[in-house]
């Protein structure tokens, strides 16, 4: 009977309601939830016969619900450093535990700060996660889960790392006087005094200090013999090869006619990394020397003015307290030191997919990758699709709390037209049961 379909009908209209009133109810409560995403109901007929005929029979209505997570909400400042904001397309890799047995989820929720253990987690309890950069800033993505770490900054309080580059910004008097019958070596042992001196300080793998001394003397036109020395005390072996004479590399450097930098011209030693054996015991890495480029003004220059310095830097050496986290656009994560100094330890991934609003939603602001939204792929932020990071700022839930109270009364008018329904079918039976009287 037609009466029943109209009935049932009604009850679906309740149900369908209730569901999209609960949509609402979620979007109003997380209105001010960090990154938060909100939903929408679709609905969508339930028609039991498409044939047009004299009987019709009511098939009713249905509530989709359909996360609108690909929709971006507003960026805020925010007064913490750790605190960051996705502009753009992408999602934080996270984990439920700082262990491999963590489940991995994905989240916009960028309000991490430092937990007692020293990990950034937000406030859902999620770990961010990164990959780990190595002294010279590089790391490796190899599109597995399983190479990200979870950050902790605090990890590198009182450890040591050791020097692996040493740079030289310097001017060698072009007016100085050649010197004749020098050899390679003079300067270290002391045979001949050179013309332009300065020392580096370098450090090994347990922050010991050493000191490099950088030795020149004109003994051409254009032409100067270089000598970089330490302390025979300090050096064991050179590239493997035992030394007491404390000489790590020796050679020529050539200058072009405009005082620029010739490294085509120059000795290869004097621009290859230094492999160095520390006299303690003390671990190392090999030494790369940036003295200036081939035809350039960046390093090593001559010209007719007093020899000088410009200046000098080597990385490594003992690492203090880690005072604050900055985060650049970029997804590099710095530990920043209490004597001001910094080092950049973590690179930030942005997961893409497909189909974001595939995405299974999971409690604590998260998702988790499914069928429909396709496997994530992750990369650099500003990359393949990514958006860019903001430090200092957190996503607004996306919600329009306008839009949603307007929601509200619609759905709260169209459950009372749908109980009129059941109610209006009920007096109708009632009427068809009193036949029988």
Known sequence: ????????????????????????????????????????????????????????SAGGVTATPKALISKQGLLQASTSLTDIGIDGAGFFVVRSSPDASGTIAYTRAGS???????????????????????????????????????????????????????????????TADPVTGYTAGDMTSGAVTPQFSRSVVVYDAQGTSHSLTFNYTKTGTNQWAAEISGDPADVASVGGTATTTGLLASGTISFNADGSLDVAGSSPALFSDLDIGWANGAGSEPISLKLGSDDGLDGLTQFGSASALLNSSANGGMLGTVSSVNISKDGVVSAVFDDGSSRAIYQLPLATFANPDGLTRISGNAYAASQDSGNASINEPGSLGGGDLSAGTL????????????????????????????????DMLQEVSNLKR
């Open 1 to 56: 009977m037609s009466l029943y379909s109209a009935l049932y009908a009604g009850v679906s209209g309740l149900g369908a309601q209730a569901s999209a009133m609960a949509t609402v109810a979620d979007n109003i409560t997380n209105v001010n939830t960090v990154g938060y995403k909100g939903v929408s109901a679709q609905f969508q007929t339930l028609v039991t016969d498409g044939k047009v005929k004299s009987s019709y």
């Open 112 to 174: 991490f700060t430092t937990d007692p253990q020293g990990y950034l987690v937000n406030t859902a309890g999620y770990y961010l996660t990164g990959w780990p950069l190595d002294a010279d800033g590089n790391y490796v993505n190899n599109g597995s889960m399983s190479s990200l770490q979870p950050i902790k900054p605090n990890a590198l309080t009182g450890a040591a790392t050791p020097t692996t580059t040493v740079s030289m910004r310097a001017n060698l008097d072009s």
């Open 395 to 426: 996503e607004a839930s996306n919600v329009d709390l306008a839009s949603e109270f307007s929601n509200m009364i619609i759905y709260q008018r169209a459950y009372s037209a749908s109980s009129k329904i059941i109610t209006t079918v009920d």
